[in-house]
């Protein structure tokens, strides 16, 4: 466990249905709350939903409270823009306005680096000084850790591999959830139950994701040749269906050392971007 002080902190997990927040300690989330929010919402119906969830938990005891959002975020500021599946979301001051509601520090941080940072506090990552967070759902997003810290960019846009130049697209293109439909006009869901069911015409296609995944996982590693990486997100649980692909790739590096100390663990945390999030205060202190 890293040395996190004895202090409560609320951990707020906005996402583009549900908002949940809990309280966190250096051991645990408790007293966890959630709301399907309509994220059609304009800022202010959200920002309601937001501040009745935090008014359930908060008390003297809370020392700061951290959120995670699917953005960019002006990291000084607090600001998000452009949040992904709430339009109304262009910019939004999120840290003023809830700071001058509850009075307490508030970090607003991207989800995929609340992601990474839960891993380094509370999961598979707490031995490890330096790693990386790969995200792989309907998106592919990635926190970075190093020696200890939380490194998001000048512009809170570190890790955004998925962005990256790759064939005709760039890598989130084929290398995550949205490879099925784009490429084969199917629904992700779908070819995993089929996959699950043994068809092996949705695992061929699962392979072939995991081709793509691994040139993305190399270009990591030419990067910031990291010897962790953590998966999250829905396509992990996938991970039988296309790891051999992605591991012929991954040994294709020229530095065959890199590949053979390299370690990729699936992230078994719950409620990670509770404790993501809650876990920016640990990380803006250190």
């Keep these: ?125 707490k031995d490890q000084r330096s790693l990386i967070g ?19 960019g000048a512009n809170c846009g570190a890790g955004e591999f998925g962005m990256v130049d790759y064939l005709d697209k760039f890598y989130e293109y084929y290398a995550c959830g949205q490879f099925f439909q784009n490429v084969y006009a199917i629904d992700g869901e779908i070819i995993f139950k089929q996959a699950a069911a043994g068809d092996a015409e949705a695992i061929r296609m699962y392979g072939e994701m995991g081709t793509h995944l691994g040139n993305a996982i190399k270009t990591i590693l030419y990067t910031y040749d990291t010897s962790l990486i953590i998966l999250g997100g829905s396509v992990r649980m996938a991970y039988p269906y296309f790891s051999e692909n992605m591991w012929k790739r991954i040994h294709t590096l020229v530095y065959p050392r890199s590949a053979e100390r390299l370690q ?14 809650a876990a920016l205060y640990y990380d803006s202190i250190r």
Aim: glycine share 10%.
């Design 1 to 125: 466990m890293k040395n996190i002080p004895e202090e409560y902190v609320i951990g707020i997990d906005l996402g583009g249905t549900n908002v949940r927040c809990g309280m966190v300690n250096e051991n645990a989330v408790s007293a966890i709350h959630s709301k399907r929010i309509n994220n059609q919402a304009p800022v202010e119906e959200v920002m309601k939903d937001i501040f009745g969830l935090t008014d359930l938990l908060i008390n003297k005891s809370v020392k700061a409270i951290g959120i995670g959002v699917p953005s960019v975020v002006d990291l000084e500021e607090g600001i998000v823009y452009d949040v992904q599946n709430i339009p109304s979301w262009k910019e939004v001051p999120l840290k003023r306005l809830m700071e001058e509601r509850y009075h307490v520090p508030v970090i607003v941080n991207n989800d995929a680096n609340c992601f990474v940072l839960g891993e380094h506090y509370y999961g598979k990552g």
């Design 134 to 152: 790969l995200t792989i759902g309907t998106g592919l997003g990635a926190g970075i850790i190093i020696h200890d810290k939380l490194y998001a």
């Design 264 to 277: 990729i663990k699936l992230s078994e945390l719950e409620n990670s971007g509770i404790l993501g999030a």
